[in-house]
């Protein structure tokens, strides 16, 4: 969350008077310390840096001098892709005020320049690599003041510092921002934190803290952001580990300046404080997830500036507080508690004026509340995120009328209802859909409540895009003026006592997805209209009395994937769909056809009365064989994963001395044959003929060590180390990772001539080879979307759980290996990293490949995940397509055309059968394909900030299984 301070804090900083004595040759030798510590310098940032225009350093790239002076005032170097150790005694600049090498890749301990130095009031060494405990020097013997008391802003988030929080940080009285998240820190909050008067943003999130939150923050009368835990930061971060102890005091609930009071799932208990002095002037508050309980306190309608609540999935019971002005929230979800009674809603339509607050405050409101609304399934329900309210009241005790809101949002908003899983017992009203009014889009989620009379008042929404009433007490018919809905994606009345027949006007729903009005009484026949519904996908109409016959047109529906008439009584064929079915969809219908699907199955949660005992028997049969494996299989696994406990101690145990040597470390229990004279020898000395690819790391070969015993060996091109320790923990760091769609590491020698790392070995070739033989194979969907989630899944599971993180770097097809049953892994994970903090000297300036690096990799160099998602996102446009990313077709439209923009020019034009391989066209669902496109086109835009993660994108995958 590093950004760097307004512009009139820098001017202050630069205008403080300074001494006109000269400090050139510190200033100088400092400066020329810090590039000597530099060792990767892919983009020449610090090509200026030398003594040869020692004169002119003021105008060297990143510094700022004084107006008035030679005094170098500010070095600023963030994302300029610089790496090296900062040595313990790095100097700074005698009168330096602001430092920020934020987002590089720095290694080492915090240097005790840096928190020692009387001058510097702004350091940023955020999203870096340093490790170790953080120390705060002592004052000097000769000085009344600590070291660090010009210290405002103090961010060092997303390192790997360790230990505790030091409690000498609260010498750094000055302070108004200290970021430590995102780091390995241990222990509880120093109490004494609350000695910082000045503190205006605390973020400790994304540790390993615990204990009780100190009760002396209260004493940081001006903090107005408190992060204590964050599960929805930026994709790619290390999990959430901090777990508080007890209550959140009510004394820091209820500091004046709070703004934003984040903290979610983080082990809180007690209550919430049922009155509090002073005004609120809370913004955001999340402590969803929690163990709080008591009621919910009527306080919160005085906080007149709150747009985000969040006390989702505590233990909260009574009733709802009336004062509260829920339709000035934008986000408001109390989901999950014990609260009952009625659900009585402010219809205030006035709400405070939005009040715009200081830019530190408002960066980590738009950052945490944005993360949740597009982390939000409203965000899926509604196609978007702006200008939306989402209101989450579901699975409570609420019951009685349904209540009347009002909300407050400009006009053309969108909006999200959920009041399911409560105990509503009244009908639909005009009344209550009176938030349909300025909507443009509108979610509402009514089911599994006790309502009833007629869903005549849901023709009165005409911006309902979902609609979910099912497992009510709705009686009638359906009412004819559904067919209004023009907007309308989603329908699911089932479980509801509706009689009466289909409305054929469902057919002139153009937008129409999912119509479930299983579990009824309906009668009459399937009208013929309804296949004009020409997008659905999902049609439930099991457990009614509908005769006649299925019409054949539904085979004509493209996207029809579930079509569910069990238990009607339809006669006739089975019309012959476009995906293929479950014959238990068709089961209870005895004058229908027989269904000749391969699929056959029937529902699990289905008895049927005329079902022989023995087939019962045999169910439970199998069912027990099933616990019985699952056990046996947990069993072995749980002793596997002890015995690989201790293999890997004895092999920590292993003296660097050794690795000079012929030895082959491995990091499982090898074969015999697995040593350095056999490896060396089934691979001919590394011939040529057993070359199997070549890549930016080195060659691989393969290696057949006994008859069926073959491993991949990759001769790494790796140049001198600065030290075998580091290079041994970077290895063993990547030994460790264990994913089934992930190339397994089984060791590794370092010698003095040759270097190498050995893979299992994978008989199905790269995906390079499978893409350009697709036209000359049958290639099915499954296959392709099989490769695709495999590779989708194994990357989110190197941006999201390993710890630490890591990024590839370097993802194209022939990095992607395939088994004989095309199951994809992916390969050269980590050694990106491994090639650049093993090197004395750089090799390259960007690790990747042309045409499947991201744009703003390949100009700043500065490494991200989302870089990963869009070197993902080409292969993904070269499996569905196969041609390559730098196609020679492409050169008709000119230079710089790639495969990204062909897929985006035909999704513009309307044209996508264009884009995907004959083949795959042939044997693929049209818009399986369609949507599988625009996930890989979303994974190649251009801005960083809207390009989803590999989290976001392997779920898409899956689901696009799913709905088959």
Same mark, same amino acid.
């Given at each position: 969350?590093?950004?760097?301070?307004?512009?009139?804090?820098?001017?202050?900083?630069?205008?403080?008077?300074?001494?006109?004595?000269?400090?050139?040759?510190?200033?100088?030798?400092?400066?020329?310390?810090?590039?000597?510590?530099?060792?990767?310098?892919?983009?020449?940032?610090?090509?200026?840096?030398?003594?040869?225009?020692?004169?002119?350093?003021?105008?060297?790239?990143?510094? $700022?001098?004084?107006?008035?002076? #030679?005094?170098?005032?500010?070095?600023?170097?963030?994302?300029?892709?610089?790496?090296?150790? #900062?040595?313990?005694?790095?100097?700074?600049?005698?009168?330096?005020?602001?430092?920020?090498?934020?987002?590089?890749?720095?290694?080492?301990?915090?240097?005790?320049?840096?928190?020692?130095?009387?001058?510097?009031?702004?350091?940023?060494?955020?999203?870096?690599?340093?490790?170790?405990?953080?120390?705060?020097?002592?004052?000097?013997?000769?000085?009344?003041?600590?070291?660090?008391?010009?210290?405002?802003?103090?961010?060092?988030?997303?390192?790997?510092?360790?230990?505790?929080?030091?409690?000498?940080?609260?010498?750094?009285?000055?302070?108004?921002?200290?970021?430590?998240?995102?780091?390995?820190?241990?222990?509880?909050?120093?109490?004494?934190?609350?000695?910082?008067?000045?503190?205006?943003?605390?973020?400790?999130?994304?540790?390993?803290?615990?204990?009780?939150?100190?009760?002396?923050? &209260?004493?940081?009368?001006?903090?107005?952001?408190?992060?204590?835990?964050?599960?929805?930061?930026?994709?790619?971060?290390?999990?959430?580990?901090?777990?508080?102890?007890?209550?959140?005091?009510?004394?820091?609930?209820?500091?004046?300046?709070?703004?934003?009071?984040?903290?979610?799932?983080?082990?809180?208990?007690?209550?919430?404080?049922?009155?509090?002095?002073?005004?609120?002037?809370?913004?955001?508050?999340?402590?969803?997830?929690?163990?709080?309980?008591?009621?919910?306190?009527?306080?919160?309608?005085?906080?007149?500036?709150?747009?985000?609540?969040?006390?989702?999935?505590?233990?909260?019971?009574?009733?709802?507080?009336?004062?509260?002005?829920?339709?000035?929230?934008?986000?408001?979800?109390?989901?999950?508690?014990?609260?009952?009674?009625?659900?009585?809603?402010?219809?205030?339509?006035?709400?405070?004026?939005?009040?715009?607050?200081?830019?530190?405050?408002?960066?980590?409101?738009?950052?945490?509340?944005?993360?949740?609304?597009?982390?939000?399934?409203?965000?899926?329900?509604?196609?978007?995120?702006?200008?939306?309210?989402?209101?989450?009241?579901?699975?409570?005790?609420?019951?009685?009328?349904?209540?009347?809101?009002?909300?407050?949002?400009?006009?053309?908003?969108?909006?999200?209802?959920?009041?399911?899983?409560?105990?509503?017992?009244?009908?639909?009203?005009?009344?209550?859909?009176?938030?349909?009014?300025?909507?443009?889009?509108?979610?509402?989620?009514?089911?599994?409540?006790?309502?009833?009379?007629?869903?005549?008042?849901?023709?009165?929404?005409?911006?309902?895009?979902?609609?979910?009433?099912?497992?009510?007490?709705?009686?009638?018919?359906?009412?004819?003026?559904?067919?209004?809905?023009?907007?309308?994606?989603?329908?699911?009345?089932?479980?509801?006592?509706?009689?009466?027949?289909?409305?054929?006007?469902?057919?002139?729903?153009?937008? #129409?997805?999912?119509?479930?009005?299983?579990?009824?009484?309906?009668?009459?026949s399937i009208p013929l209209h309804l296949t004009d519904a020409s997008r659905l996908e999902v049609l439930r109409l099991d457990h009614n009395r509908?005769?006649?016959?299925?019409?054949?047109? =539904?085979?004509?529906?493209?996207?029809?994937?579930?079509?569910?008439?069990?238990?009607?009584?339809?006669?006739?064929?089975?019309?012959?769909?476009?995906?293929?079915?479950?014959?238990?969809?068709?089961?209870?219908?005895?004058?229908?056809?027989?269904?000749?699907?391969?699929?056959?199955?029937?529902?699990?949660?289905?008895?049927?009365?005329?079902?022989?005992?023995?087939?019962?028997?045999?169910?439970?049969?199998?069912?027990?064989?099933?616990?019985?494996?699952?056990?046996?299989?947990?069993?072995?696994?749980?002793?596997?994963?002890?015995?690989?406990? =201790?293999?890997?101690?004895?092999?920590?145990?292993?003296?660097?001395?050794?690795?000079?040597?012929?030895?082959?470390?491995?990091?499982?229990?090898?074969?015999?044959?697995?040593?350095?004279?056999?490896?060396?020898?089934?691979?001919?000395?590394?011939?040529?003929?057993?070359?199997?690819?070549?890549?930016?790391?080195?060659?691989?070969?393969?290696?057949?060590?006994?008859?069926?015993?073959?491993?991949?060996?990759?001769?790494?091109?790796?140049?001198?180390?600065?030290?075998?320790?580091? =290079?041994?923990?970077?290895?063993?760091?990547?030994?460790?990772?264990?994913?089934?769609?992930?190339?397994?590491?089984?060791?590794?020698?370092?010698?003095?001539?040759?270097?190498?790392?050995?893979?299992?070995?994978?008989?199905?070739?790269?995906?390079?080879?499978?893409?350009?033989?697709?036209?000359?194979?049958?290639?099915?969907?499954?296959?392709?979307?099989?490769?695709?989630?495999? &590779?989708?899944?194994?990357?989110?599971?190197?941006?999201?759980?390993?710890?630490?993180?890591?990024?590839?770097?370097?993802?194209?097809?022939?990095?992607?290996?395939?088994?004989?049953?095309?199951?994809?892994?992916?390969?050269?994970?980590?050694?990106?990293?491994?090639?650049?903090?093993?090197?004395?000297?750089?090799?390259?300036?960007?690790?990747?490949?042309?045409?499947?690096?991201?744009?703003?990799?390949?100009?700043?160099?500065?490494?991200?995940?989302?870089?990963?998602?869009?070197?993902?996102? &080409?292969?993904?446009?070269?499996?569905?397509?196969?041609?390559?990313?730098?196609?020679?077709?492409?050169?008709?439209?000119?230079?710089?055309? $790639?495969?990204?923009?062909?897929?985006?020019?035909?999704?513009?034009?309307?044209?996508?059968?264009?884009?995907?391989?004959?083949?795959?066209?042939?044997?693929?669902?049209?818009?399986?394909?369609?949507?599988?496109?625009?996930?890989?086109?979303?994974?190649?835009?251009?801005?960083?900030?809207?390009?989803?993660?590999?989290?976001?994108?392997?779920?898409?995958?899956?689901?696009?299984?799913?709905?088959?």
């Amino acid at each position: 969350m590093a950004a760097p301070p307004p512009p009139v804090l820098l001017l202050l900083l630069l205008l403080l008077p300074i001494p006109l004595a000269s400090s050139s040759a510190a200033d100088l030798a400092a400066l020329l310390a810090l590039k000597a510590a530099v060792t990767h310098d892919p983009g020449g940032a610090l090509s200026a840096w030398s003594a040869a225009s020692a004169t002119s350093y003021c105008r060297w790239r990143g510094v $700022t001098c004084h107006p008035s002076s #030679l005094a170098v005032a500010a070095i600023d170097l963030p994302a300029a892709s610089l790496s090296g150790t #900062l040595p313990a005694a790095l100097p700074l600049p005698p009168r330096l005020r602001r430092l920020d090498l934020a987002a590089n890749n720095f290694s080492g301990p915090v240097p005790d320049a840096f928190l020692s130095s009387t001058t510097l009031g702004y350091l940023d060494l955020s999203f870096n690599s340093l490790s170790g405990p953080l120390k705060i020097p002592p004052p000097l013997a000769n000085s009344s003041s600590p070291p660090c008391a010009a210290l405002t802003h103090l961010r060092l988030a997303g390192n790997f510092l360790v230990d505790q929080i030091p409690a000498e940080i609260a010498q750094c009285r000055s302070l108004r921002v200290l970021d430590l998240s995102h780091n390995v820190l241990e222990g509880a909050i120093p109490r004494g934190l609350g000695r910082l008067a000045a503190l205006r943003v605390l973020d400790v999130s994304r540790n390993s803290l615990t204990d009780r939150i100190p009760v002396e923050l &209260v004493n940081c009368r001006e903090l107005a952001v408190l992060v204590l835990t964050n599960l929805t930061a930026s994709a790619g971060e290390q999990p959430e580990f901090n777990a508080f102890v007890g209550v959140l005091p009510t004394e820091v609930l209820t500091i004046p300046a709070m703004e934003v009071l984040w903290a979610p799932r983080a082990n809180l208990d007690g209550r919430l404080p049922l009155s509090r002095n002073g005004t609120c002037g809370l913004r955001a508050m999340n402590l969803g997830q929690n163990y709080i309980a008591g009621t919910l306190p009527a306080w919160f309608g005085e906080c007149h500036g709150l747009t985000f609540l969040d006390l989702s999935s505590n233990r909260l019971e009574g009733s709802m507080a009336a004062e509260l002005a829920v339709g000035c929230l934008t986000y408001f979800n109390i989901s999950g508690n014990s609260l009952s009674g009625p659900l009585l809603l402010s219809t205030e339509s006035q709400c405070s004026s939005r009040l715009i607050g200081d830019d530190i405050v408002m960066q980590y409101y738009d950052e945490l509340v944005g993360n949740v609304l597009i982390g939000n399934p409203f965000g899926s329900e509604l196609g978007g995120i702006a200008n939306v309210a989402l209101h989450d009241f579901s699975n409570n005790g609420f019951g009685g009328t349904l209540p009347s809101l009002t909300v407050s949002l400009d006009r053309n908003y969108s909006y999200g209802l959920w009041l399911n899983g409560n105990m509503f017992s009244s009908t639909l009203s005009a009344r209550f859909f009176g938030f349909c009014k300025f909507a443009t889009g509108v979610a509402v989620n009514l089911s599994s409540n006790q309502l009833s009379g007629s869903l005549d008042m849901l023709s009165t929404c005409a911006s309902m895009q979902n609609f979910d009433a099912g497992y009510n007490n709705f009686r009638g018919s359906i009412p004819d003026g559904v067919g209004g809905l023009h907007f309308l994606r989603s329908l699911v009345l089932s479980g509801n006592n509706l009689t009466g027949q289909i409305p054929g006007q469902f057919g002139d729903l153009a937008a #129409l997805e999912v119509l479930d009005l299983s579990r009824n009484s309906l009668t009459g026949s399937i009208p013929l209209h309804l296949t004009d519904a020409s997008r659905l996908e999902v049609l439930r109409l099991d457990h009614n009395r509908l005769s006649g016959s299925i019409p054949p047109s =539904f085979s004509e529906l493209a996207q029809l994937t579930v079509l569910d008439v069990s238990f009607n009584n339809l006669s006739g064929d089975i019309p012959n769909l476009r995906h293929p079915s479950d014959c238990g969809f068709f089961i209870g219908n005895s004058l229908l056809h027989q269904c000749l699907s391969t699929n056959a199955s029937l529902p699990p949660t289905e008895a049927i009365s005329s079902s022989k005992g023995a087939k019962k028997w045999g169910s439970k049969f199998k069912s027990l064989m099933v616990i019985l494996v699952a056990a046996s299989t947990a069993a072995i696994s749980f002793l596997l994963v002890i015995l690989l406990f =201790f293999v890997c101690e004895r092999r920590k145990r292993v003296k660097i001395s050794n690795l000079r040597t012929k030895v082959v470390v491995t990091f499982t229990d090898a074969p015999p044959e697995l040593t350095y004279e056999n490896l060396i020898r089934a691979t001919s000395n590394f011939s040529i003929q057993n070359l199997i690819g070549t890549g930016g790391f080195g060659a691989t070969y393969k290696a057949e060590l006994a008859p069926g015993f073959l491993v991949a060996v990759k001769r790494l091109a790796m140049g001198r180390f600065q030290g075998l320790q580091q =290079f041994d923990a970077e290895i063993r760091t990547l030994g460790r990772i264990r994913h089934r769609n992930l190339v397994t590491l089984i060791g590794y020698h370092l010698g003095e001539s040759d270097t190498f790392l050995i893979y299992n070995y994978l008989s199905g070739g790269n995906l390079e080879t499978f893409i350009h033989e697709m036209g000359s194979r049958n290639v099915s969907w499954i296959e392709v979307h099989k490769i695709a989630v495999d &590779v989708a899944q194994a990357l989110a599971f190197l941006h999201c759980s390993c710890t630490p993180r890591i990024i590839h770097r370097d993802i194209k097809p022939s990095n992607i290996l395939l088994d004989e049953d095309l199951n994809a892994y992916l390969s050269d994970f980590g050694l990106a990293r491994l090639i650049e903090v093993t090197q004395t000297h750089a090799t390259t300036d960007v690790a990747g490949t042309f045409g499947y690096v991201a744009p703003e990799y390949a100009t700043t160099c500065r490494v991200s995940d989302k870089a990963d998602v869009y070197s993902f996102g &080409v292969v993904l446009l070269e499996l569905m397509s196969g041609k390559r990313s730098l196609d020679p077709s492409f050169s008709q439209f000119g230079n710089g055309f $790639t495969i990204v923009s062909w897929g985006r020019m035909l999704m513009q034009e309307d044209n996508t059968s264009e884009f995907f391989s004959r083949g795959l066209l042939d044997a693929a669902p049209k818009d399986r394909l369609t949507e599988m496109l625009k996930i890989a086109l979303s994974c190649t835009l251009e801005s960083v900030a809207v390009r989803p993660s590999m989290r976001q994108v392997a779920a898409k995958l899956k689901q696009l299984g799913n709905d088959r």
